[in-house]
């Protein structure tokens, strides 16, 4: 087999030679043939070049595949943390605000600028229900106009102004009472500041009649009294809580009870109300509800953000 091997036979066999397929007879064959033929040693030469040329490329291939992988990858976390972060700072152009009353201050009065009943805040009391923060407040300059902001708490821990309600008091030490309703439940909410040390009590003054209609001389008033422990204060009742109390320290029958307005009380039990009104042309006639839209548009701005970082994934990722 030697001496009968001939060029084209050789060559025919180099590609299994270099890639060791061949008998141990015919690597000998083709290695005698190599040493003698110049020409097919040359041919062997360049055939093992270009194979180990071959095996290289996938490599660089590989390594450039790779890299477009990568690149991708990092694109698509950016554009998520892109989108994530849009999200989240619409969401927090809404809920802003902290617990804190001067932060607080300053939110009621940029919200009632706008409006005919707007005041210059300042916040008495806070008091959270069911994520919902109630701040009682007053205005700097009309110390008789006051009312209660609404605040519901986001998911970042701050809060978003719902809605506020201002009123005007004929006394100079203001008991001001309101009603809310709070995740489907009503309270009643007792706002009291500039209180005057004579007062030792406040009353919820309720209002019923004994027989059906509204007559004069069948009205009767029933009061819930409570103690004045501070000159500034922030209470809630659970108003059917209250009314119930009402209604079972009446001991009779009444009609169209409801809780009406507020007194105030001295050491002695006798009601001093009357001695803290003020003059009626001092008397800020100021009063509004004001109440802020749904978030239906913030989501619908967020939902919009959401898909579009949704297609934009959805095409770096695509081949």
Same mark, same amino acid.
Request: net charge negative; with cysteine.
């Given at each position: 087999m030697k001496s009968e091997l001939k060029c084209s036979i050789v060559r025919d066999l180099l590609p299994?030679?270099?890639?060791?397929?061949?008998?141990?007879?015919?690597?000998?064959?083709?290695?005698?043939?190599?040493?003698?033929?110049?020409?097919?040693?040359?041919?062997?030469?360049?055939? @093992?070049? $270009?194979? *180990?040329?071959?095996?290289?490329?996938?490599?660089?291939?590989?390594?450039?595949?790779?890299?477009?992988?990568?690149?991708?990858l990092m694109a698509t976390a950016l554009c998520i943390m892109v989108t994530v972060g849009l999200c989240?700072?619409?969401?927090?152009?809404?809920?802003?605000? @902290?617990? $804190?009353? *001067?932060n607080l201050s300053a939110a009621i009065t940029e919200y009632t600028s706008p409006f005919e009943s707007k005041v210059d805040a300042y916040v008495l009391e806070t008091e959270e229900i069911d994520g919902v923060l109630i701040a009682s407040f007053k205005d700097r300059e009309r110390t008789n106009v006051n009312g209660l902001a609404f605040l519901s708490k986001g998911i970042n821990g701050r809060y978003r102004i719902t809605g506020a309600k201002i009123e005007t008091s004929e006394y100079s030490s203001v008991i001001q009472k309101y009603s809310d309703e709070i995740k489907g439940d009503k309270y009643y909410i007792v706002s009291g500041y500039n209180i005057s040390d004579e007062v030792e009590e406040y009353g919820l003054d309720y209002c019923g009649y004994k027989n059906p209609g509204t007559l004069s001389k069948d009205r009767v008033r029933h009061t819930l009294r409570f103690e004045v422990e501070n000159s500034q204060f922030l209470d809630i009742y659970n108003a059917k809580e209250m009314d119930e109390k009402a209604k079972d320290g009446s001991n009779q029958q009444l009609y169209y009870f409801m809780l009406l307005e507020t007194s105030m009380y001295d050491a002695?039990?006798?009601?001093?109300?009357?001695?803290?009104?003020?003059?009626?042309d001092a008397v800020n006639d100021v009063d509004g509800n004001i109440a802020k839209a749904e978030l239906n548009l913030l989501y619908v701005f967020m939902a919009i953000v959401a898909w579009i970082g949704y297609i934009i994934t959805k095409y770096i990722l695509t081949d």
């Amino acid at each position: 087999m030697k001496s009968e091997l001939k060029c084209s036979i050789v060559r025919d066999l180099l590609p299994n030679y270099i890639e060791k397929l061949t008998s141990e007879d015919t690597n000998e064959a083709v290695e005698e043939h190599l040493k003698a033929c110049g020409d097919c040693n040359e041919a062997y030469e360049q055939m @093992v070049a $270009d194979m *180990g040329n071959m095996e290289k490329a996938p490599a660089v291939e590989l390594k450039f595949l790779r890299k477009i992988k990568r690149t991708r990858l990092m694109a698509t976390a950016l554009c998520i943390m892109v989108t994530v972060g849009l999200c989240y700072a619409l969401y927090a152009s809404e809920f802003k605000y @902290v617990n $804190d009353k *001067g932060n607080l201050s300053a939110a009621i009065t940029e919200y009632t600028s706008p409006f005919e009943s707007k005041v210059d805040a300042y916040v008495l009391e806070t008091e959270e229900i069911d994520g919902v923060l109630i701040a009682s407040f007053k205005d700097r300059e009309r110390t008789n106009v006051n009312g209660l902001a609404f605040l519901s708490k986001g998911i970042n821990g701050r809060y978003r102004i719902t809605g506020a309600k201002i009123e005007t008091s004929e006394y100079s030490s203001v008991i001001q009472k309101y009603s809310d309703e709070i995740k489907g439940d009503k309270y009643y909410i007792v706002s009291g500041y500039n209180i005057s040390d004579e007062v030792e009590e406040y009353g919820l003054d309720y209002c019923g009649y004994k027989n059906p209609g509204t007559l004069s001389k069948d009205r009767v008033r029933h009061t819930l009294r409570f103690e004045v422990e501070n000159s500034q204060f922030l209470d809630i009742y659970n108003a059917k809580e209250m009314d119930e109390k009402a209604k079972d320290g009446s001991n009779q029958q009444l009609y169209y009870f409801m809780l009406l307005e507020t007194s105030m009380y001295d050491a002695n039990g006798m009601e001093i109300t009357e001695n803290f009104r003020i003059n009626e042309d001092a008397v800020n006639d100021v009063d509004g509800n004001i109440a802020k839209a749904e978030l239906n548009l913030l989501y619908v701005f967020m939902a919009i953000v959401a898909w579009i970082g949704y297609i934009i994934t959805k095409y770096i990722l695509t081949d």
